[in-house]
């Protein structure tokens, strides 16, 4: 493999592996490349796919089990004589990732390159404790 031909192959190889990445919305990390300098913003950034992957199911889910709800709705008032039009479903998703309060980020410090109202805007944007 003259001229250059392991580094056209590792190149390839990199090619497939982002295209899976791209194609199956699964991060990078869950083929094993791990990055351990990774922050926890850079970790929901590589998570992102993973996140839009998993809304578009809520989304699915969602409708389906109303529509599910609808039709045991149907059967059980035909079987009863019962109406359950007042009846609603509501499917409620919890957090894909937890958030530890007592994690937080310090707010970044005043510096000069800041203007004051921005540095104001940016300590009061920051999130209290519950």
């Known amino acids: 493999m003259q001229g250059g031909g392991v580094r056209l192959h590792v190149e390839y190889v ?20 791990a990055r351990s300098d990774a922050s926890g913003v850079a970790l929901q950034v590589e998570l992102d796919p993973l996140l839009r992957r998993v809304a578009r199911k809520w ?9 599910r709800d609808r039709l045991i709705m149907d059967v059980a008032a035909a ?15 919890g957090p894909v990732f ?16 800041l203007p004051p109202a921005e540095a104001l805007a940016l300590i009061e944007a920051r999130p209290t404790a519950a």
Do not use: Q
Not at 23 to 33: C, K, N, S, V
Not at 59 to 67: D, E, K, N, S
Not at 103 to 110: K, Q
């Open 14 to 33: 990199d090619f497939v592996y982002r295209a899976l990445y791209d194609l199956a919305e699964t991060p990078r990390i869950a083929f094993g490349d």
């Open 79 to 93: 079987h009863t004589g019962r109406t359950f039009d007042h009846v609603r479903t509501e499917v409620a998703w």
């Open 98 to 113: 937890t958030h530890d309060p007592g994690m937080r980020v310090a707010p970044p410090a005043v510096t000069p390159s």
């Open 59 to 67: 989304l699915i889910r969602t409708a389906a089990f109303c529509r």
